[in-house]
């Protein structure tokens, strides 16, 4: 199940941001998160299997000035080692 990410998932996001060498304490990334997610346009979703959170995607929106065009722009994804190359996001 793909889901949007809530402050309670933070502990279970801690393993995936370390793979990707961005290990944090758990007050760091709670303070990043709630700041992250409060901007318009900015979110965070989740892959959730059998309750062990196994991949994220962060994403950051931007309305242009000169056109009526909008840019969302990955800010963050990571699957875990162990689920990578299964299809996380097409059956989920």
Not at 11 to 37: C, H, I, M, Q, T
Not at 40 to 57: D, K, Q, R, S
């Amino acid at each position: 199940m793909i889901r949007s990410a809530i402050i309670d998932d933070t502990p279970r996001l801690l393993p995936l941001l370390s793979e990707l060498g961005y290990p944090a304490a758990l007050e760091d990334l709670n303070r990043r998160f709630l700041k992250f997610v409060k901007n318009p346009g900015f979110g965070v979703a989740v892959c959730e299997m059998n309750e062990e959170i196994t991949g994220l995607v962060a994403w950051t929106k931007t309305d242009y000035l000169i056109s009526d065009a909008t840019r969302f722009s990955i800010a963050g994804i990571v699957v875990s080692t162990s689920h990578r190359g299964v299809g996380i996001g097409k059956n989920s």
